[in-house]
């Protein structure tokens, strides 16, 4: 209901997001935040996290959705490299796989390279996120924007018990 009343989700900018139309009613967006240099801890995250859980259960929400970026500084070699490393892993099923809007030239970008996740993208797949298609260029930010959605069902057990208060 909100992202309808703000116009949409910001995803849609960067996805054709057709394939979770049927997911509306319970998706929550998250989107970049900004922290003063003074406050960036764990404890200041963990906060974060901690209350965007309690809005999603308070709430009812399934599904975590955002765009999850990666630098793009050596023209996206390493973007491309990233989601070469990562898709066999993490890419989520079929009938959740979105389509970038304005595509990441993957086949024109090595994708041999060793490449590192930034903190956020581990965070969301040691969480148990999927990667839900091809990177998308944001050239706002040149950054390389991965889809990401996390079902909260499927919430890795450490995280569910710290931020959801599960018991699994």
């Known amino acids: 209901a909100?992202?309808?009343k703000v116009g949409g989700y910001y995803s849609e900018n960067?996805?054709?997001l057709t394939r979770l139309q049927h997911l509306r009613g319970s998706l929550v967006e998250i989107g970049r935040s900004c922290i003063d240099a003074d406050y960036r801890s764990g404890a200041v995250i963990a906060l974060l996290w901690s209350g965007l859980a309690r809005y999603m259960q308070e709430g009812g929400y399934g599904y975590l959705i955002g765009c999850a970026s990666v630098s793009m500084?050596?023209?996206g070699h390493a973007a491309a490299s990233l989601y070469n490393q990562l898709r066999d892993k993490h890419l989520a099923p079929l009938e959740y796989h979105v389509f970038p809007r304005c595509a990441l030239p993957l086949d024109a970008l090595r994708h041999?390279?060793?490449?590192?996740?930034p903190p956020l993208v581990k965070g969301y797949l040691r969480a148990?996120?999927?990667i839900c298609g091809e990177p998308?260029?944001?050239p706002d930010f040149n950054t390389a924007d991965l889809p990401i959605l996390m079902p909260m069902?499927?919430?890795d057990g450490r995280y569910a018990k710290?931020?959801?208060g599960r018991k699994d």
């Open 2 to 4: 909100a992202a309808r």
């Open 14 to 16: 960067e996805f054709d």
């Open 73 to 75: 500084a050596d023209g």
């Open 112 to 117: 041999d390279l060793p490449a590192e996740a």
């Open 128 to 130: 148990g996120a999927w």
């Open 136 to 138: 998308a260029w944001d």
């Open 153 to 155: 069902g499927k919430v």
């Open 162 to 164: 710290h931020f959801l």
